[in-house]
């Protein structure tokens, strides 16, 4: 594609803007801070020429590409989230362009101890000579998901700048607080008006994601008996301690870090309380929507062990659906993800389809009645300090939204 890209100088800009969302918060969005980087897009967009580029109450950017051709195709949405992960830091990131990456390990400056190894990240060695961009060691670098903002409004402008090109109307959706999972919660489906969407949050170029987990949260409420401790003797069930047993006698081989490709997990992710009472959070995953329910009565029959051994305490046991796998619904809809099939096939990439170990806006889309798999964008080892894109990726992306809008403007 004869055209000089701008997604990497949007990326680089666009990561330094702090975003972080928070699990517990109970406003929408869960940080204020998301909507500047809304506001930034949305005012970029317009000076595209992208008439209704706007943000709503809620931090969502909304705009719309007009369709310039006669045919009659369907509205085809692309999606990306605004904000980063709550698992390392987003504050003060400095994104460094690494010319030329010579296959050595990257030694980030801000803490040497930050190292970006070929041993532990071998897709380095498919970028040898390619430009990278990594943080500086004291913050995540925040390509999941400002890479794929900065692919979609590279797609934008690249759109915007060549009207011969012929496609449907294209929506752009960005989100926020896709990391603490509600980043569909105030999606105002009737405003977008789209028949289809793609969410631009993969990894590798080439991959390409039409199956996701399918996830609950479980929260476990433990009630001690709670007495002062200079004369707590046979009085005092300290329920933080029943907390421990709990996670003691949780599966290991049902651990996120036993588990890989399409084994599903039961994983505490936050614990909290005082002797009287203290509260477990889970997440339970599964790429079989029904195991959940046997992971959750196993998580509960082992709650129900230990608690029968003291009688003067009890517990609550919560489920919670999060989201569930996009593939029972894009089953029914076979050309959203043959179509995105012949984009990468024209721009030289062989897809390759494999599940997501976990979920993406696409999930909850797809339920609400948008199918919605997943394209690449090259980001890696994302939610860490060790994460990193390859400029190569991101361009790469960019060029394939182009010629996914043609296959469809094409196909009807």
Same mark, same amino acid.
């Given at each position: 594609?004869?055209?000089? &890209?701008?997604?990497?100088?949007?990326?680089?800009?666009?990561?330094?803007?702090?975003?972080?969302?928070?699990? &517990?918060?109970?406003? !929408?969005?869960?940080?204020?801070?998301?909507?500047?980087?809304?506001?930034?897009?949305?005012?970029?967009?317009?000076?595209?020429?992208?008439?209704?580029?706007?943000?709503?109450?809620?931090?969502?950017?909304?705009?719309? *590409?007009?369709?310039?051709?006669?045919?009659?195709?369907?509205?085809?949405? !692309?999606?990306?989230?605004?904000?980063?992960?709550?698992? +390392?830091?987003?504050?003060?990131?400095?994104?460094?362009?690494?010319?030329?990456?010579?296959?050595?390990?990257?030694?980030?400056?801000?803490?040497?101890?930050?190292?970006? @190894?070929?041993?532990?990240?071998?897709?380095?060695?498919?970028?040898?000579?390619?430009?990278?961009?990594?943080?500086?060691?004291?913050?995540?670098?925040?390509?999941?998901?400002?890479?794929?903002? %900065?692919? *979609?409004?590279?797609?934008?402008?690249?759109?915007?700048?060549?009207?011969?090109? /012929?496609?449907?109307?294209?929506?752009?959706?960005?989100?926020?607080?896709?990391?603490?999972?509600?980043?569909?919660? /105030?999606?105002?489906?009737?405003?977008?008006?789209?028949?289809?969407?793609?969410?631009?949050?993969?990894?590798?170029?080439?991959?390409?994601?039409?199956?996701?987990?399918?996830?609950?949260?479980?929260?476990?409420?433990?009630?001690?008996?709670?007495?002062?401790?200079?004369?707590? /003797?046979?009085?005092?069930?300290?329920?933080?301690?029943?907390?421990?047993?709990?996670?003691? %006698?949780?599966?290991?081989?049902?651990?996120?870090?036993?588990?890989?490709?399409?084994?599903?997990?039961?994983?505490?992710?936050?614990?909290?309380?005082? %002797?009287?009472?203290?509260?477990?959070?889970?997440?339970?995953?599964?790429?079989?929507?029904?195991?959940?329910?046997?992971?959750?009565?196993?998580?509960?029959?082992?709650?129900?062990?230990?608690?029968?051994?003291?009688?003067? +305490? @009890?517990?609550?046991?919560?489920?919670?659906?999060?989201?569930?796998?996009?593939?029972?619904?894009?089953?029914? &809809?076979?050309?959203?993800?043959?179509?995105?099939?012949?984009?990468?096939?024209?721009?030289?990439?062989?897809?390759?389809?494999?599940?997501?170990?976990?979920?993406?806006?696409?999930?909850?889309?797809?339920?609400?009645?948008?199918? +919605?798999?997943?394209?690449?964008?090259?980001?890696?080892?994302?939610?860490? /300090? &060790?994460?990193?894109? %390859?400029?190569?990726?991101?361009?790469?992306?960019?060029?394939?939204?182009?010629?996914?809008?043609?296959?469809?403007?094409?196909?009807?």
């Amino acid at each position: 594609m004869n055209y000089q &890209h701008t997604v990497a100088e949007r990326f680089m800009r666009y990561v330094q803007i702090d975003t972080q969302s928070d699990p &517990h918060s109970n406003t !929408f969005p869960s940080t204020e801070k998301q909507k500047q980087l809304s506001n930034i897009l949305a005012n970029e967009l317009l000076q595209m020429g992208i008439a209704d580029a706007h943000v709503d109450e809620f931090g969502y950017v909304y705009a719309t *590409i007009p369709s310039n051709t006669k045919k009659n195709i369907p509205v085809i949405c !692309f999606c990306s989230h605004v904000d980063t992960a709550p698992d +390392c830091s987003g504050t003060n990131v400095k994104p460094i362009l690494h010319k030329h990456y010579n296959g050595n390990d990257i030694v980030l400056p801000d803490d040497t101890s930050q190292i970006i @190894s070929v041993e532990k990240y071998p897709y380095l060695k498919q970028h040898i000579s390619n430009d990278i961009i990594t943080a500086s060691g004291t913050t995540l670098l925040g390509a999941d998901d400002k890479a794929g903002v %900065a692919i *979609i409004m590279d797609m934008a402008n690249y759109l915007m700048q060549h009207k011969e090109i /012929k496609h449907g109307t294209i929506k752009i959706l960005f989100t926020p607080d896709e990391e603490v999972g509600r980043g569909t919660e /105030k999606i105002n489906l009737k405003k977008l008006e789209a028949d289809y969407a793609y969410t631009l949050d993969g990894g590798e170029a080439g991959t390409l994601e039409d199956e996701t987990f399918s996830a609950n949260a479980v929260t476990i409420t433990i009630n001690g008996v709670i007495a002062h401790p200079g004369y707590a /003797k046979n009085k005092l069930v300290n329920a933080l301690k029943i907390a421990g047993e709990i996670l003691a %006698a949780l599966p290991k081989k049902l651990s996120p870090e036993a588990t890989e490709k399409r084994e599903g997990f039961i994983h505490p992710v936050h614990i909290e309380g005082i %002797a009287e009472k203290a509260t477990i959070e889970f997440i339970i995953r599964s790429f079989e929507t029904a195991q959940l329910k046997h992971y959750e009565n196993e998580l509960k029959n082992i709650v129900e062990h230990i608690i029968k051994k003291y009688s003067e +305490c @009890s517990f609550a046991f919560e489920v919670k659906e999060q989201y569930r796998n996009m593939k029972e619904v894009l089953v029914n &809809h076979p050309q959203v993800v043959a179509y995105a099939e012949k984009a990468y096939k024209r721009i030289g990439l062989t897809p390759v389809n494999e599940p997501i170990r976990g979920g993406t806006d696409g999930s909850r889309l797809s339920f609400m009645g948008l199918p +919605c798999p997943n394209l690449f964008t090259g980001m890696q080892a994302i939610h860490s /300090k &060790h994460e990193w894109v %390859a400029v190569k990726d991101l361009q790469l992306s960019v060029d394939m939204l182009v010629e996914l809008v043609k296959v469809w403007e094409e196909s009807v």
